[in-house]
Nanobody, 115 residues
Framework: QVQLVESGGGLVQPGGSLRLSCVVSGSFFRLPIMAWYRQAPGKQRELVASITGGGNTNYADSVKGRFTISRDNAKNTVYLQMNSLKPEDTAVYYC?????????WGQGTQVTVSS
């Protein structure tokens, strides 16, 4: 079994920054493709960013240039650095681990961007 625990969410003013962390634990050989998703009230969950084992990254157009995904394989941790935050970034952010076969999710962390 694999567990994902996110942290780092909170309330921030527009233009501010937050750094989300996701620690992965359990029985696996190495971290797979990791991703961050978000879900705003009344909207579908959407992909924010992903990163492969080799460090290749992919971003939603809405966050390009503002968000950075990274990973520390030694710590089994993936990060999402969010800068220049906007009110429309408000959502619950979820960490996802895409193994061959099963995919695992964290419980989510709330990010609220408001003045």
């Amino acid at each position: 079994q694999v567990q994902l625990v996110e942290s780092g969410g909170g309330l921030v003013q527009p233009g501010g920054s937050l750094r989300l962390s996701c620690v992965v634990s359990g029985s696996f050989f190495r971290l797979p493709i990791m991703a961050w998703y978000r879900q705003a009230p009344g909207k579908q969950r959407e992909l924010v960013a992903s990163i492969t084992g080799g460090g290749n990254t992919n971003y939603a157009d809405s966050v390009k240039g503002r968000f950075t995904i990274s990973r520390d394989n030694a710590k089994n941790t993936v990060y999402l650095q969010m800068n220049s935050l906007k009110p429309e970034d408000t959502a619950v952010y979820y960490c996802n681990a895409k193994f061959i076969g099963p995919s695992y999710w964290g419980q989510g962390t709330q990010v609220t961007v408001s003045s």
